[in-house]
């Protein structure tokens, strides 16, 4: 592999410098992690589905005109994307009750929500990504109340495209989490979906069956993760010729 600088590695992706400015190369690792780190595995083949299903729902949003970082795939693990100043939220959009608000709300998992609803969290992991509110956001200066009106404004149309291309293929969409950047025109800036959009952050349910096909999988110990993801790429055609994977996850924690 040519030398080149690492900028930034997280738990399941690494972010080279790329080969312009303003770009940069995201390499998909095989760790999967849960709870913040608390739970850690390597699941062989996990990064170059990532990779593929990131590229697919991205290039799918570019179609539809939601602006995103993606530019091309560089290989099986490889993508280029545009640099961005990432804001410090994660940007949630439920569809039905999961994981967290149904903890928070007492709402049984599967529940419809009345319509889709934003939420934010403050990303530091030292503090396990806590709920704000827009008020904090904007108190303490995360984003501006533009930049907040232009985020809810961009996960819901990914929500649009997201469920119905999941829908197409049977599956539900539940809940998903985005990143957004800004990318900055002189004094000016625009926001963009960043990050990745994979199975590892969204809540992917069959439609006949409830069958779980996301990383709750690993979460809650419900079999092969990789088998799961790569149902959710068969269903969506874009399963990679030559992905192995173990039949276990391996834990290494
Ligand atoms: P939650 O129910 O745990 O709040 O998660 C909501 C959605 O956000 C779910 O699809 C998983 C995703 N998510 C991430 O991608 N990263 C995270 O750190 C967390 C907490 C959730
Ligand atoms: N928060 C992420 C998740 O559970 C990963 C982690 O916390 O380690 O989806």
Redesign the pocket.
Known sequence: MARRKKIYEGKAKIMYEGPEPGTLVQYFKDDATAF?AEKKATIEGKGVLNNRLSEFFMSGLTQVGIPNHFIKRLNMREQLIRSVEIIPL?V???NFA??????RLGMAEGTPLPRPIV?F?Y?DDAL??P?VSEEHIIAFGWANQQDLDDMIALALRVNDFMSGVMLAVGIKL????IEIGRIWENDFHRLIVADEISP????LWDIETGRKL???VFRRDLGSLADAYTEVARRLGVLPSNVTHAPKPTLIN
Not at 174 to 177: G, I, P
């Open positions: 913040n994660e949630i959009v439920r999961a994981g967290s608000i149904s903890k939420e969290c990303k396990g990504d709920l539940v809940d998903f989490k590892d952050s969204c809540r996301d990383k709750d």
